[in-house]
Nanobody, 122 residues
Framework: QVQLVESGGGLVQAGGSLRLSCAAS????????MAWFRQGPGKEREFVAS????????YYIDSVKGRFTISRDNAKNTVDLQMNSLKPEDTAVYYC???????????????WGQGTQVTVSS
C-alpha cells in the first residue's frame, strides 16, 4: 500500500501562486511515477501533470504548461506542484496519485490521495 497525503491548498487571487505538496509513505517512493489530477466544480477529474521515477521526465496538460511545475524529492518521499499565474479556472480539488507505470499514472493510477482544495478568486 502507498499512502498519499496532500497539503498546501487554499484561497488565492488570480495571478497568485500556490505550492502543493504530497507526502508518500508505505512503499519505496522512487519505484513510483507520480501525478497530479484535479476536479473542478461540475467537471470530471482531469490529469494535470506527471513525473517519472527519477524526475527526469515531466508531462503537463496544455492549459498549465509554463505556469505549473511538478517536481519530486525521492529522499523526502514528496512530490510538489508549483502553481504560478493562477486563474479562476484552476479552481479545483487537486489530487496526488501514484502508479508503477509512467503511462498508467496519467490515466488510471492505482493510488490516490484525499485531495486538497485550491480556490482562485477573480
Amino acid at each position: 500500500q502507498v499512502q498519499l497525503v496532500e497539503s498546501g491548498g487554499g484561497l488565492v487571487q488570480a495571478g497568485g501562486s500556490l505550492r502543493l505538496s504530497c507526502a508518500a509513505s508505505g512503499r519505496t517512493f522512487s519505484d513510483y511515477a507520480m501525478a497530479w489530477f484535479r476536479q473542478g466544480p461540475g467537471k470530471e477529474r482531469e490529469f494535470v501533470a506527471s513525473i517519472s521515477w527519477g524526475g527526469s521526465n515531466t508531462y503537463y496538460i496544455d492549459s498549465v504548461k509554463g505556469r505549473f511545475t511538478i517536481s519530486r524529492d525521492n529522499a523526502k518521499n514528496t512530490v510538489d506542484l508549483q502553481m504560478n499565474s493562477l486563474k479562476p479556472e484552476d479552481t479545483a480539488v487537486y489530487y496526488c496519485a501514484a502508479d508503477l507505470s509512467i503511462r498508467v499514472v496519467a490515466t488510471t493510477p492505482y493510488y490516490w490521495g484525499q485531495g486538497t482544495q485550491v480556490t482562485v478568486s477573480s
